[in-house]
């Protein structure tokens, strides 16, 4: 695996001295395949992820006082099990870290989207106190933090735009694509579990298998409809199968004539066309979330 920047670029950071305040992007699966259930539990996948332009933000601050503190605009993710909290406790423990923290976060990616909000926001949490507190973590071993935190996280520490993840989602290929996707972003507003999707996967709904490597060449020269052809998500069906009122709304989508695909174990769609914001956000119930999004 590529090593995560030491500095974050300057267009994710902000600094105030004792305090930074960062961007924390979402992502798309553009493709994941689930090659099989693993003795631990979870599951092998590949998948081609990409970055996008839609972002939580995080103030992270050197507080005097030895204290972790954590605040959110929604309050209901403000508790302990916050992947915030768990990247900043995690930092501190293992570093026998004793200044204090502050962190808030500003969430905007919809929870349960499958658009890998909490582990962009762990991964965010990590390079922001390297940063900080200059502790000179290489990659390895932020890749070996992330890895602890979830299967996602090491993705959003690569800071790459585009990826290859193998094993359950923490070992990063980064992709070198010059060329950048745009896309609206669909939420009907439906939270989704990734482990229920994931238990509900069976080996029968995932024996479809589209070649990687053609996605990467479609990526590469920027072919859209040789994308739109590649595009695949094994965990469609068993997130539709759990979630019902998923799948109608996958349907609705469909009527609207907007090519889409669920992300991750869902509940957010992504569009691969050209279509514009104010077209979809016409075609689409008033009360979903809309988003225009492009690769970042």
């Keep these: 695996m590529a090593s995560p920047l030491k500095v974050l670029s300057k267009k994710s950071r902000k600094n105030y001295g004792n305090r930074i305040k960062l961007i924390s992007p979402a992502k798309l699966n553009l493709y994941l395949n689930i090659l099989g259930k693993r003795d631990d539990g979870f599951h092998d996948i590949e998948s081609i992820t990409e ?35 768990k990247a900043a406790e995690l930092l501190r423990n293992r570093f026998n870290i004793k200044k204090g923290i502050g962190l808030h976060l500003q969430k905007n990616i919809p929870v349960g989207s499958g658009l890998g909000g909490g582990s962009s926001n762990a991964a965010t ?81 995932t024996k479809f298998f589209n070649n990687v ?41 469909e009527k609207t004539g907007l090519f889409s695909l669920l992300t991750g174990s869902g509940g957010a769609f992504f569009t691969i066309d050209n279509v514009s914001y104010s077209k979809a956000r016409k075609l689409l119930p008033h009360n979903w979330f809309v988003f225009e999004v492009q690769t970042f």
């Design 125 to 205: 949490v990590l390079l922001g106190l390297n940063d900080l507190l200059e502790l000179g973590l290489g990659g390895e071993e932020l890749y070996s933090l992330g890895s602890f935190l979830g299967s996602d996280v090491n993705f959003f520490l690569s800071q790459s735009r585009f990826a290859v993840l193998k094993g359950r989602g923490e070992e990063v290929i980064p992709l070198e694509l010059s060329r950048s996707l745009r896309h609206i972003v669909i939420w009907p507003g439906i939270p989704v579990s990734t482990k229920v999707v994931y238990d509900n996967c069976r080996a029968k709904l």
């Design 51 to 85: 970055r996008i332009s839609l972002f939580d933000e995080i103030d992270i601050e050197l507080l005097s006082e030895d204290e972790l503190r954590f605040s959110c605009n929604l309050k209901s993710l403000e508790s302990s099990s916050n992947l915030c909290l």
């Design 213 to 253: 490597n053609i996605l990467k060449y479609a990526l590469k020269k920027g072919d859209i409809s040789l994308v739109q052809r590649c595009v695949f998500n094994a965990l469609e069906k068993s997130a539709f199968g759990v979630y019902g009122e998923l799948k109608v709304a996958a349907g609705l989508i």
